[in-house]
């Protein structure tokens, strides 16, 4: 008998019309979420189809002749033929060191050297365009014939080899591109998130804790909450135009410094630590406070003892995440003069600097084709410290999160 | 070391004297078997405001040193607020304002120059729901007596813990655990082991807002023994909703009623043979 109380539904408009809508609600949202996760995917193999050559750069072996010639020109140390394949960066160096050791003077030395952008390029992506005769596609890059004939040539003697590009990982940016790496910018970004956390951790704490569990509720504490919330909206360019004023301008920090770019985001990270502070701290329940009061703690003993340790891995959550969008910053970076040419990593907070993002940038307004593959490996880095910190941050949290 | 508690009889009798002035609420006259009493905590002429609310007007009560009085009286009637007064709790909330006169052991607690911490390590509170500290079972204990510096040394505060825990019947259940973290212990556990923690710094009286509450009876009936332990000890003020519970415990009790004490009394008399009719009303259930 209750077969037909309870199992009726299919002929129930009513019931089956319900049964549709959620049918369809629940498509729709799986579609969303299909959306977002293929632009995802489409962006992350956009870019490591793009930048992964970077990660590999071709070599050429060379015979170094320290002549007299090659003291005036690094150049001349090599002969006509490599001058043409060789990177023109990879024998500056030889005048300096025949000055310092002029013993090298008559001797040789073979050495494994990068090839000039142009090479690299036509041998990672051109070269097998044209061996799988697909001679009309006009963007491989190609390279006069003469060149091309010698490059072979070197490949079949096994003088040109592909190796894993060191240089990336332990130079400056260069003008030019078989040499440019991002070091100097991994330098820049360390010291100016040294910077920012040093100005923004300590004065964000201390003020939410103030606001949190010493302040009276009044007027005056309603306001400089209001302002906090309003500070964490505001476009970041504008504190970079504050940064400008304040501390190139007025302070006399030097500009295009570290200490200029990581003062600035400590300006911008600042209300984000406040609020997320705040919030850990609010999120420690009040009984704690009360049975502490009630032991005769005082309100400091109450903070320092209670409700900092509860509150520290959401305190610490909100600072990663406050640091990693203040890493990830170009715009008020620019005001301040960080995107500059730096091929030498700074060796203190007052020199001029720049940062990962800025370098990116950098590379992403070059002309040439090298510095394609470089914007999208320097994005791969950025993107893998971002993730870094953000797991850092999620371990934090499961780490130390307490229960009650 | 720490040294238990054994304050000297304070010189308060002579101050119980019946309170005049309003008739109609009936100020704690002196009941019988009161003479010989010491007056631990008296209030005079309390009021009490949360803004502009007054949720205590011109309470009188004497609780007695050594005894457990027990403060009952329907939801909202101000039990909570007045017990919040006697170790100053209310000074966190920033509404409230107080009037009146407190004293313990003859002494003004809310003189300008009375120290809190100090009040509130001599008047520990245990609250209604169980609130240990989210640490281990020991941290717990030992936290506030080395927060005031009561014990020294490692050895006397192992020692110190054990006492507490003893004393709140709590040891033999937890004494291979202390490491433990306080709150994954049950709830009539961690109930004893905030009575433990408020023992532990040596008070001379401890106030209980609705301590078994949220309690099982069989954990309500552990806490109620070792209430009645502590009473050789502590002087005990202890709110309640539970009657029966009042009538176990407690040597004198208080009907509290829309902020104003209707009835204070030995808890025989008050519960036998009330005097007010509210008090018949309240305790019969025929309070509407
Ligand atoms: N923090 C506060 N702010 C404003 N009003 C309050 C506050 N705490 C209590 N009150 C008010 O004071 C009155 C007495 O409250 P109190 O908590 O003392 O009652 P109670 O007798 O303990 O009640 P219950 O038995 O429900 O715990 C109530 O009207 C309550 O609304
Ligand atoms: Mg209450």
Redesign the interface.
């Known amino acids: 008998m209750s077969t037909r109380k309870l199992t009726g539904s299919a002929n129930n408009p009513q019931i089956r019309r319900r049964y549709r809508a959620e049918k369809r609600f629940k498509a729709y949202c799986i579609g969303a979420v299909s959306i977002a996760f293929a632009i995802i995917i489409a962006f992350f193999t956009d870019i490591i189809s793009q930048g992964y050559t970077a990660f590999w750069q071709y070599q050429v072996q060379v015979t170094i002749d320290y002549n007299d010639r090659a003291e005036r020109l690094g150049q001349f140390a090599l002969d006509r033929d490599m001058r043409e394949v060789a990177s023109r960066g990879a024998t500056r160096s030889i005048p300096r060191a025949i000055d310092r050791n002029p013993d090298l003077l008559g001797t040789t030395e073979e050495r494994w050297v990068p090839v000039k952008a142009e090479i690299d390029q036509y041998l990672k992506h051109g070269r097998d365009i044209l061996e799988a005769k697909h001679e009309e596609v006009a963007a491989a890059p190609e390279l006069p014939d003469k060149l091309r004939k010698k490059v072979d040539a070197l490949i079949d003697e096994g003088r040109i080899e592909s190796a894993f590009n060191t240089r990336f990982f332990t130079t400056g940016d260069s003008k030019l591109p078989e040499l440019a790496g991002i070091f100097s910018a991994a330098v820049g970004t360390l010291y100016v998130l040294g910077i920012t956390l040093l100005c923004a951790f300590p004065i964000g704490v201390m003020s939410a804790i103030y606001l949190e569990e010493f302040a009276p509720d009044n007027k005056l504490t309603q306001t400089i909450e209001v302002n906090i919330n309003n500070l964490a909206a505001v476009p970041s360019i504008i504190f970079g135009l504050l940064g400008l004023a304040l501390f190139i301008n007025f302070f006399g920090v030097p500009r295009s410094s570290a200490l200029a770019g990581g003062l600035t985001l400590g300006l911008m990270t600042l209300p984000i630590i406040i609020i997320s502070t705040r919030a850990a701290l609010r999120a420690v329940p009040d009984p704690i406070r009360q049975g502490a009061f009630a032991m005769g703690c005082s309100r400091w003993q109450v903070v320092r003892d209670h409700v900092l340790p509860s509150s520290l891995p959401g305190i610490l959550t909100g600072t990663i995440i406050g640091l990693a969008q203040a890493m990830g910053e170009t715009a008020p970076l620019i005001i301040v003069g960080m995107i500059a040419y730096i091929p030498e990593a700074p060796s203190g907070v007052f020199e001029a600097a720049t940062v990962l993002p800025a370098q990116v940038f950098t590379w992403a307004s070059e002309p040439e084709q090298a510095y394609v593959e470089k914007t999208a490996a320097g994005i791969m880095v950025l993107l893998a410290v971002l993730l870094t910190l953000n797991a850092t941050a999620v371990f934090l949290r499961r780490k130390f999160e307490r229960r009650w | 070391m720490y040294s238990e508690a054994t304050t000297e009889p304070p010189e308060t009798t002579e101050s119980v004297t019946p309170m005049t002035g309003q008739p109609e609420t009936s100020a704690p006259a002196q009941t019988a078997g009161t003479a010989d009493k010491n007056v631990k905590v008296k209030a005079e002429n309390v009021n009490l405001w949360y803004d502009k609310t007054q949720a205590l007007h011109d309470l009188d009560l004497n609780i007695y040193e050594n005894e457990v009085t027990a403060l009952i009286g329907p939801s909202g009637c101000g039990k909570s607020s007045f017990l919040r007064c006697l170790?100053r709790?209310n000074d966190?909330i920033?509404s409230v304002r107080i009037q009146g006169q407190i004293t313990l052991d003859g002494e003004d607690i809310y003189h300008p120059d009375v120290d809190?911490?100090?009040?509130?390590?001599n008047v520990?509170?245990v609250?209604q729901?169980p609130?240990?500290?989210?640490k281990s079972i020991y941290e717990n204990i030992a936290?506030?007596p080395r927060?005031?510096g009561i014990v020294n040394g490692r050895r006397d505060l192992d020692e110190l813990v054990e006492h507490s825990l003893k004393r709140a019947g709590l040891w033999r259940e937890v004494s291979d655990r202390l490491q433990t973290p306080g709150?994954a212990l049950s709830g009539g556990q961690q109930q004893r082991l905030?009575i433990a923690?408020?023992i532990a710094?040596n008070p001379e009286v401890i106030l209980m807002d609705e301590p078994a509450s949220s309690l099982d009876p069989l954990a309500t009936a552990t806490i109620e023994e070792l209430i009645d332990e502590l009473k050789d000890r502590y002087t005990i003020a202890i709110v309640t909703h539970n009657l029966q519970q009042a009538a176990r415990v407690a040597g004198y009790t208080a009907f509290f009623h829309m902020g104003e004490i209707v009835e204070f009394n030995d808890t025989d008399t008050l519960f036998t043979n009330p005097r007010e009719q509210k008090t018949e009303d309240y305790i019969t259930g025929r309070y509407g």
Do not use: E, I
């Not at chain 2, 609130?131 to 989210?134: D, R, Y």
């Open positions: 170790n709790m966190l920033p809190v911490v100090q009040l509130r390590s520990g509170m609250f729901k609130n240990p500290f989210p936290y506030a927060l005031h709150t905030c923690r408020a710094v």
